[in-house]
């Protein structure tokens, strides 16, 4: 005899990590019964923050940064109730403790987007010079995004989606405990 528990769903949601878990509220907010299931003991998936044996430290990883150009997030949030739960900065500016225990931020000057960005990282002392004039390289890219906006956007709002490529969530995983 088995003591197993019968769930009925309309629908499987294999993968409880940020895109899976919205899978599951849009589905259910369509009405459809949803179970969603993962491997792990805890939801987040690949966004999650974990103390780093080697410098005690706890360390993010994965998507930790919600920049405005990340409307489908922001809708997710406000689906589940937890858009009172987000800070939102007027300008990006996150602290950085590195290897060594060198503290820093980067922070993002009062240009427009995409500009800040490059701004940022010029001024961030815990990169070589020569690492923060490479991103120079990115500049043409920026000056045809601006352009873009310019043209497409009528309040001269820059290319949102050209953020995400400045953007990396996809760190690898924690080590495993």
């Known amino acids: ?77 406000g689906r589940i109730g937890a858009s009172s739960r987000v800070r939102v900065q007027p300008s990006l500016a996150v602290p950085v403790i590195d290897l060594d225990g060198r503290c820093s931020t980067l922070s993002c000057p009062l240009l427009p987007s995409p500009w800040h960005l490059l701004g940022a990282v010029i001024e961030w002392d815990a990169l070589r010079w020569r690492d923060r004039l490479s991103v120079l390289r990115l500049a043409h890219p920026c000056d045809g995004a601006t352009a873009t906006a310019r043209r497409d956007e009528p309040n001269g709002v820059l290319a949102r989606g050209n953020s995400r490529e400045l953007a990396d969530s996809e760190r690898p995983d924690p080590p495993s405990a």
């Open 1 to 77: 005899m088995s003591n197993s528990t019968h769930v009925h769903a309309d629908v499987a949601v294999i993968g409880g990590g940020v895109a899976g878990l919205a899978a599951a509220a849009a589905l259910a907010a369509r009405g459809a019964r949803v179970i969603v299931a993962e491997a792990r003991p805890r939801l987040g998936g690949r966004a999650s923050s974990y103390v780093d044996p080697g410098i005690g430290e706890v360390v993010d990883n994965g998507q930790h940064i919600l920049m405005g150009c990340y409307r489908e997030s922001f809708a997710f949030l």
